[in-house]
Structure formats: C-alpha cells, structure tokens
C-alpha cells in the first residue's frame, strides 16, 4: 500500500507570486518524514502539492513534478479526486462533519465513491478504520452518537479513521497536534508510529521534539524574506537534522535561535 514520494524541481505559484522554488527530494514508503520551518516558508503551500489540493486556491499551480510510484500526480489526464483518494490528508482542526454520527463520519469519503455499501461490510469498514486510528475502544458505543461530542483529540483521530477508510497510500498530515492538549498529542503521536507500518506519512510540525520524535526524515524549509519563496534548505536523517546538520541556518533554527 505504502508508496515512494519523488518530487523534482518543483515550484509553487499563488497567481504570480512564487511561494516554493526548486524543491527537489524523495520519500521512501514507510516512513515518517517531517517538514519544518518558519512560518510562511512554504510548509503548508508545499504538503498541499502532494495530493493536488494546492490547486482548489484560484490561481494556484505548479511547475515541475510530484512522482508517486513513478507516475505524476500532475501528468495530463490525471483526475486529482482520484489522486486525493490515494494521498489522503489530515488538517490542523480536526474537522468532522458536526451534524453526522461518528459511523457516518468514518464512512465519509467513502460515500463519496460508493454509495450503495452493504450495511455489514460498512459496519466492518467502521470498525477497522476507528481500530487503525486508536479510538475503536473509546467511541464503540456511542456510534450513533454526533462527532462534535467527542474531544478535539478524539475529534482528530476520528478525521485519521475518515482518512485512512479510504485505503490511501500516503497520509499528510499538516500541524495535526497543534490544537490538542499533550496528552492527545502523544496519543497522535503513538498513532503516526502505528500507521507507519503500512502507509508513508508527512508531517509538517513546529514542535521540534515532535519531529524528533515521530519522524524518521526531518526537511528543513526556509525563506529569506517576505516575498521572497520559501525552498528546501536541508534533507535529512531526523537525527543527522537535529544532532549534526550541514547548514548553519539548520542548526540554528533546530536549537531555537529564530523562527
Ligand atoms: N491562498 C493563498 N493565496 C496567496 N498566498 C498564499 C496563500 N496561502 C499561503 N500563501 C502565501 O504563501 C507563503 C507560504 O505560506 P504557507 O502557509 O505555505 O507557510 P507555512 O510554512 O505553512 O507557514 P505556517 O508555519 O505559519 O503555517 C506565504 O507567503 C503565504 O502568505
Ligand atoms: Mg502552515
């Protein structure tokens, strides 16, 4: 299930303003990588080219190539609903759906590409989807129950059972901790360990001792200033990142010093 990421020479456009340039790197099946940086380097704007939800903004494209599996996202006849089932995406407010159950949460996107599913096999569906997100023990009796009545981190792992129903490839995840309080956070953490058994996960993090943490490749994004794009700095081992990285802007940035 789990696929390799390959991104060349890719530059991200708002209209005419160049947001990302020249981002270039690979990421193996499997992992955990994660993206950090300073806010307005790019972060967000980048992760989004990764399943093409960049492009929804009006005037949004890119130049260059995002290969999964070999085959790119952006090549011609590709249908981005398609490639969002495959490369599914978890945003920084957990955002269920506040009026549906917490089944019919769960079975969200897959509605979408499948109406007539027999009730058995979406009971079956429900059941594996809250397991593989941790909060089949918590939510079991209370299925019919609104996902507004959960807490936000259950909120979040109830959007991770939504994302990863579908059976996607690859889970984004954009700041998925940073509403949640520490307890939540290391069960998201716990979490991303587990899934990354069987699908590649990107995180984008301002939590330094979360990348270090749950991420096995850390990239390092920055920006020289306003206006001006955000590109890759550094790529890396997590712990090549944090303990010995090969630029100073790295460095300083993972001890503290600015951002
Ligand atoms: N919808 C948009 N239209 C135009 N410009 C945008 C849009 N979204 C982001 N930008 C610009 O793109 C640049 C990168 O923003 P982005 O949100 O990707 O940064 P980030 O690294 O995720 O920051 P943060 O850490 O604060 O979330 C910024 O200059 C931002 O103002
Ligand atoms: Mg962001």
């Not at 020479?9 to 300073?38: H, K, M, N, S, W």
């Amino acid at each position: 299930m789990s696929k390799r990421i390959e991104v060349r020479d890719l530059d991200v456009y708002y209209g005419t303003f160049r947001a990302v340039e020249g981002v270039t790197l690979t990421i193996e099946p499997r992992t955990v990588t994660a993206f950090i940086g300073p806010s307005g380097c790019g972060k967000s704007t980048f992760i989004r080219t990764l399943n093409r939800m960049h492009e929804v903004i009006p005037g949004a494209r890119v130049d260059g190539e995002v290969l999964i599996d070999g085959n790119n996202l952006y090549g011609p006849g590709v249908d981005p609903v398609l490639v969002r089932r495959q490369v599914g995406m978890v945003f920084q407010r957990p955002n269920p759906f506040p009026t549906m159950s917490i089944r019919e949460n769960v079975l969200a996107g897959v509605r979408l590409n499948n109406t007539r599913m027999p009730k058995q096999e979406a009971d079956e569906l429900v059941e594996k989807s809250l397991m593989g997100a941790n909060l089949w023990n918590e939510v079991k009796d209370r299925l019919d129950k609104p996902g507004s009545g959960l807490s936000g981190g259950q909120q979040q792992r109830l959007c991770i059972a939504r994302t990863i129903a579908v059976s996607p490839e690859v889970i984004l995840m954009d700041e998925p901790c940073s509403a949640l309080d520490p307890i939540s956070t290391l069960a998201i953490e716990d979490l991303i360990e587990e899934l990354k058994t069987e699908y590649t996960i990107v995180i984008v993090t301002h939590n330094m001792q979360q990348a270090s943490r749950v991420s096995d490749k850390t990239a390092f994004f920055n920006i020289e200033g306003t206006g001006k794009p955000g590109k890759l700095i550094e790529y890396d081992d997590t712990t090549t990142i944090f303990s010995n990285p090969s630029v100073k802007a790295t460095e300083d940035y993972v001890s503290g010093k600015f951002g």
